[in-house]
């Protein structure tokens, strides 16, 4: 029914202006590319001006550090966000496969029995256990990677406590 009514406009049509709209179409659409580009160019360049910022969920540097309490928790309180990871491999502990299962599973100390299937991991867990590991396992890997990006923030710390020793008293 539609087909029949769409043939039925588009015949009307040539008749009244004697050529067919699917041939003004390409001319229609170079025009009005044109049309759109010099309309919205001007519109972006407008809200352009827009686009300065005042974050108001962040501190600048100087007064991040300007007094004492402030110096604690953004260099030494900020550290403790990252005893917990946030994926595989990561965290001292609370995470699987973090430090802690690392140091546990590695030792006589614990051990996950495997059932079938359960708790296989594909092998993870009896690795561990009978020492058959490289250093690529994904485990390591990350384990590694976590630990040596806490060292870089507690560097990164330090040298920000060291920078404002002025505001530190002596107790």
Excluded at 62 to 73: C, H, Q, R, V
Excluded at 80 to 103: C, F, K, M, P, V
Excluded at 111 to 125: C, E, N, S
Aim: aromatic share 14%; charged share 20%; with cysteine.
């Amino acid at each position: 029914m539609l087909n029949h009514l769409t043939q039925f406009t588009a015949m009307k049509y040539i008749r009244f202006f004697g050529r067919n709209p699917l041939t003004l179409l390409p001319s229609l659409w170079r025009e009005t590319q044109v049309g759109v580009w010099l309309l919205t160019m001007p519109i972006f360049l407008l809200f352009a001006a827009c686009l300065d910022e005042d974050p108001r969920d962040q501190l600048p540097e100087e007064k991040a550090y300007d007094n004492a309490t402030n110096l604690y928790l953004n260099t030494v309180a900020t550290l403790y966000n990252y005893i917990g990871g946030q994926s595989d491999g990561e965290g001292l502990q609370g995470t699987i496969r973090g430090i802690y299962d690392l140091n546990t599973f590695t030792t006589d100390e614990a051990i996950l029995p495997t059932r079938g299937g359960d708790w296989y991991d594909g092998g993870l867990w009896q690795s561990l256990y009978t020492h058959h590991w490289t250093e690529s396992d994904e485990p390591f890997q990350n384990a590694w990677n976590y630990l040596y990006k806490v060292i870089v923030m507690c560097n990164r710390s330090l040298s920000h406590i060291e920078h404002h020793r002025s505001l530190l008293t002596e107790t």
